[in-house]
Structure formats: C-alpha cells, structure tokens
C-alpha cells in the first residue's frame, strides 16, 4: 500500500524567506509527527498531532516554526524567516495510535542559502 | 526524560560474520524500543521492535534484538551480515504511559559490511 509521502523532496531558499513542507500520512493513520534531522543534532522531534486533540507543539525550536494539519490527514510544517540552522532534513512520520509503529517519509531536504 | 545511547558512531564487520549494533536507554516506566535503518537519501525504514513480552524480537532482513531491563539494553543483531546491510542504524524509545508520545533517538551508528 502506498506509503507516508512528503513533498517538496528538495527545497532551497533564501535567508528570510518562508517555507512550507507537506506530509501525506498513510490512510487511516490517527497520529503524525515531525522530525528534523541535521547533523549536528541528530534526529530532534518538533511537533505531534493525535485526532481531534490539541497537538504536542513541545519540539519546536521557535515561534518561527508552527504546523497544521486538516481533516486529520494532510499536515503542513511552515518556517517563517527562514535561517541557515534551519537548514536539514525534516521528516514526518504516521501511527495507528498508542504505541505503534512510526513510519517514515523520505523526508524533505531544506537548505537555507 | 528519556534518552538513548549508541555508543559506537561506526562498526565495520565482514560479509558473512555476525554483527551487533549496541543500544542502551534511559527511561521512567516501561519502554517501547524501535530499531530503524537509513540508506543514503532515504527516510528511516523500520525493523524491529519490542513492546512487551518475549524478550528476543526477530524482524525484517533477518535481523533480531534482545531486550535486557537489567542492563537496559537493546542490541541489534544478526547472525550472518550482508553488504547491503551497509547503512545507518538508529535506536529509538519512548514509554508506555504519559504524554510523550514522541520517539526519542539514538545518535546512530553507521554500519559498514565489507565484501
């Protein structure tokens, strides 16, 4: 069956500018994350939806960084004013629920000239 | 909080010899443990996990990973290694109960199978 999927696969931008990174989680998967995966720090969790509840904003590294995602399914990570440590591989992820298996997309490569 | 350590960044190992990828944890309460493979340009591939039960899991490609609450342990092994194993391997964990729902990872280890 088809997998999570994420576009842009690749995205370069300029210093300042905004940005915005969309994940189509697997059909009929109640919960989402994000992941931002750089080289200096790893693979870092930034935010996480489940259902209708309010979403788990405790990852985000700052008031630059915000998500949604509608009729719990499609969710969409913007980067306001973009900066060049923002510059990684931002992942998402989908789940059944409680304690289930994560899986991946292939991720979007932001770098920030 | 919860964290993991993977203490080796590299392991290199001969094609056809067994391999081991260490991963131990920190964690308040019961865990759940993932392990999860990355090829070059690729997102995170699961492999295994352990949520309770019999400690000893076997998942894709061969691979298994025995659970030690005691030394609070999670190592990826396989009896006979192939070249394509060759890639990153990360160890994740999160717990059972509470509101972080999140996986927490491992550094990763890089692993090279050498013909």
């Known amino acids: 069956g088809a997998g999570v999927s994420q576009s842009p696969s690749n995205k370069v931008t300029e210093k300042g500018k905004d940005v915005e990174l969309r994940c189509d989680p697997i059909?009929?998967?109640?919960?989402l994350y994000w992941y931002r995966q750089s080289l200096g720090q790893g693979l870092e969790f930034l935010i996480y939806?489940?259902?209708?509840?309010?979403?788990?904003k405790s990852g985000l590294p700052s008031d630059r960084f915000s998500a949604e995602r509608t009729g719990g399914s499609v969710s969409t990570l913007t980067i306001q004013r973009t900066q060049q440590e923002d510059s990684a591989v931002y992942l998402c992820?989908?789940?059944?629920?409680?304690?289930?298996?994560?899986?991946f997309g292939p991720g979007t490569r932001l770098l920030v000239l | 909080a919860q964290s993991v350590a993977q203490p080796e960044d590299q392991v290199n190992v001969a094609e056809g010899n067994p391999l081991t990828v260490k991963c131990t944890y920190s964690v308040s309460g019961n865990p759940y443990l993932f392990w999860y493979v990355q090829y070059p340009n690729r997102g995170l591939q699961f492999l295994l996990k352990y949520i309770t039960g019999d400690n000893l899991v076997k998942g894709s490609y061969g691979f298994e990973a025995e659970f030690n609450k005691s030394q609070t342990s999670f190592h990826l092994k396989k009896p006979s290694a192939l070249v394509s194993d060759s890639a990153l391997y990360f160890c994740?964990?999160?717990?059972?109960?509470?509101?972080?729902?999140?996986?927490?990872f491992g550094s990763g280890t890089q692993l090279t199978v050498l013909p």
């Open positions: 059909s009929g998967h109640t919960a």
């Open positions: 992820a989908s789940t059944t629920g409680e304690g289930e298996t994560q899986y």
């Open positions: 994740a964990v999160r717990v059972h109960s509470g509101s972080a729902r999140q996986l927490t």
């Open positions: 939806f489940q259902g209708n509840s309010a979403p788990d």
